[in-house]
C-alpha cells in the first residue's frame, strides 16, 4: 500500500516537473530574440569637430559661395563674389588679397567656378600648413608655456583645458596664478586646476605676477613637474604697464629655467575677428609670442580670422577652442579647417 502511495507522489512530482519544464520552454521561445547590443555612437572625428564648430562662418559664407561655384566660370565677378565672402569671414584684407591672386594664377579664366572651390581648399590647407607648428616640448621638464592675451579673451579657460590635456596623458602640470591684477581670477584658475587634476602655485591678489611665476617654476623644478603652465592679467591700467610686466615675468622664468618660457601662447577670441588682428600686433613683438589659441571658434562668424592672423603675423595657430567645457580644445589642423571652411557640398 504504501509503496502504491511513494508511487504515485512520484509520478506527480516527475509530471509537475515535466510541465514546468515544457512551459518555461514554450515561454522563452514566445520571447522576443535578444536585442543587438546598443552600439555606441562612433566618437566624431576631428575634422567633425572642426566642421561643427565652423558651422557659423560657413552659414555666413554660404550664399554668396554657392553662387562663386556655381558660375559657369572663373571670371572676375567669380573673384568678386570670392574677395566679398572672404572679407564677411574677416580673413582680412592682406590675406585675401594674396589668396585671390595666387587663385588667379593657379586656375584658368575659362575653368568652372567649382574649379575656384577646389584650389581655393588647397591653397588656404597650404599656406595654414606653411606656418604651422606643433606646441613645444623638452627633452626634460619642465615644458614652461607662458598665456598672455587681453581679459575675457579665454586664457584661463585654455590654461585649464590644457593642462586636463597634458594630465590624460599622463603628465605632471603645475600652474601658475600670474594673473594677480583682477579680483577672482586666482579663484577661477583654481577651479580649473582642480577639474584638470593639476595644483596651483598662487598668491594673493596685488602680489607681484613675477614673484608668483617665480615661486611657480622653483615649486615644479623641486617637484619634478612635468609642465607647467602660468597664467597672466590681461589688463592694467595701462598698456605699458602690461608689456612691462609680461617682459618682467618672461625674464624670471627664463632665469629659474634657461630657454624658457618654450612656449608663449596668445590666446585671441575668435568672436573679436578684426579687433584680434589689433591684439596680436600688440603682444607679438613685446611678449614674444610663438603661437595662438584661437578660443570661441564655436560662437562665431569670423572664423576666417584663422587664415588672416596666421598669414599677417606669420604665426602658427596651435590650439582652437570650441566650447567651454575641458575637453572643447583642440589642436589645430589645417587640412581639417579648410574642409570644414569650403567644403564639397554645401
Ligand atoms: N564658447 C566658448 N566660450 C569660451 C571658449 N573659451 C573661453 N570661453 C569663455 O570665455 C569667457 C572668458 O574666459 P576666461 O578664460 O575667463 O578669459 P580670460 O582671458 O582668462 O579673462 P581674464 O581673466 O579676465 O583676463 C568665459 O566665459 C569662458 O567660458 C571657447 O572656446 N568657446
Ligand atoms: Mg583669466
Known amino acids: 500500500m504504501q509503496d502504491w502511495i511513494w508511487l504515485a507522489l512520484s509520478g506527480v512530482v516527475l509530471l509537475t516537473v515535466l510541465i514546468a519544464g515544457a512551459v518555461a520552454y514554450?515561454?522563452?521561445?514566445?520571447?522576443?530574440?535578444?536585442?543587438?547590443?546598443?552600439?555606441?555612437?562612433?566618437?566624431?572625428?576631428?575634422?567633425?569637430?572642426?566642421?561643427?564648430?565652423?558651422?557659423?562662418?560657413?552659414?555666413?559664407?554660404?550664399?554668396?559661395?554657392r553662387a562663386v561655384f556655381g558660375r559657369e566660370h572663373a571670371d572676375e565677378e567669380a573673384?568678386?563674389?570670392?574677395?566679398?565672402?572672404?572679407?564677411?569671414?574677416?580673413?582680412?584684407?592682406?590675406?585675401?588679397?594674396?589668396?585671390?591672386?595666387?587663385?588667379?594664377?593657379?586656375?584658368?579664366?575659362?575653368?568652372?567656378?567649382?574649379?575656384?572651390?577646389?584650389?581655393?581648399?588647397?591653397?588656404?590647407?597650404?599656406?595654414?600648413?606653411?606656418?604651422?607648428?606643433a606646441l613645444a616640448t623638452v627633452p626634460s621638464g619642465p615644458l614652461v608655456i607662458l598665456v598672455v592675451g587681453v581679459n575675457g579673451s579665454g586664457?584661463?579657460?585654455?590654461?585649464?583645458?590644457?593642462?586636463?590635456?597634458?594630465?590624460?596623458?599622463?603628465?605632471?602640470?603645475?600652474?601658475?596664478?600670474?594673473?594677480?591684477?583682477?579680483?577672482?581670477?586666482?579663484?577661477?584658475?583654481?577651479?580649473?586646476?582642480?577639474?584638470?587634476?593639476?595644483?596651483?602655485?598662487?598668491?594673493?591678489?596685488?602680489?607681484?605676477?613675477?614673484?608668483?611665476?617665480?615661486?611657480?617654476?622653483q615649486a615644479a623644478v623641486a617637484r619634478n613637474i612635468d609642465v607647467v603652465i602660468c597664467d597672466t592679467a590681461g589688463r592694467l591700467q595701462a598698456q605699458?604697464?602690461?608689456?612691462?610686466?609680461?617682459?618682467?615675468?618672461?625674464k624670471v622664468i627664463g632665469r629659474i629655467v634657461p630657454g624658457a618660457p618654450h612656449e608663449t601662447l596668445l590666446v585671441l577670441d575668435?568672436?573679436?575677428?578684426?579687433?584680434?588682428?589689433?591684439?596680436?600686433?600688440?603682444f607679438k613683438d613685446v611678449a614674444g609670442v610663438t603661437g595662438v589659441a584661437l578660443t570661441k571658434l564655436?560662437?562665431?562668424?569670423?572664423?576666417?580670422?584663422?587664415?588672416?592672423?596666421?598669414?599677417?603675423?606669420?604665426l602658427p595657430v596651435k590650439l582652437v577652442g570650441v566650447g567651454e567645457k575641458v575637453e572643447d580644445l583642440r589642436t589645430f589642423d589645417p587640412a581639417a579647417f579648410a574642409g570644414a571652411l569650403f567644403p564639397d557640398v554645401d
Open 270 to 282: 575668435g568672436t573679436m575677428g578684426q579687433n584680434a588682428f589689433s591684439q596680436a600686433r600688440v
Open 240 to 250: 605699458k604697464a602690461l608689456m612691462d610686466e609680461l617682459a618682467k615675468v618672461r
Open 155 to 217: 586664457k584661463t579657460t585654455t590654461i585649464g583645458k590644457l593642462a586636463a590635456r597634458y594630465r590624460k596623458e599622463g603628465r605632471t602640470v603645475l600652474l601658475g596664478a600670474g594673473d594677480t591684477f583682477r579680483a577672482g581670477a586666482i579663484e577661477q584658475l583654481k577651479v580649473w586646476g582642480e577639474r584638470a587634476d593639476a595644483p596651483v602655485i598662487a598668491q594673493q591678489e596685488g602680489a607681484d605676477p613675477a614673484a608668483v611665476c617665480h615661486d611657480t617654476l
Open 26 to 65: 514554450a515561454r522563452r521561445m514566445a520571447l522576443p530574440p535578444p536585442s543587438e547590443p546598443t552600439a555606441i555612437p562612433a566618437a566624431p572625428s576631428p575634422a567633425d569637430r572642426f566642421a561643427a564648430a565652423l558651422q557659423r562662418t560657413r552659414d555666413a559664407l554660404g550664399g554668396t559661395l
Open 79 to 133: 573673384y568678386e563674389g570670392l574677395e566679398e565672402a572672404l572679407l564677411r569671414a574677416d580673413v582680412g584684407t592682406r590675406a585675401t588679397s594674396a589668396l585671390l591672386d595666387e587663385l588667379r594664377k593657379r586656375v584658368p579664366k575659362d575653368a568652372p567656378g567649382s574649379a575656384l572651390r577646389r584650389e581655393l581648399r588647397a591653397l588656404v590647407r597650404e599656406r595654414l600648413e606653411r606656418h604651422s607648428t
Open 298 to 314: 564655436d560662437g562665431t562668424a569670423k572664423g576666417g580670422v584663422v587664415i588672416g592672423i596666421s598669414e599677417e603675423f606669420e
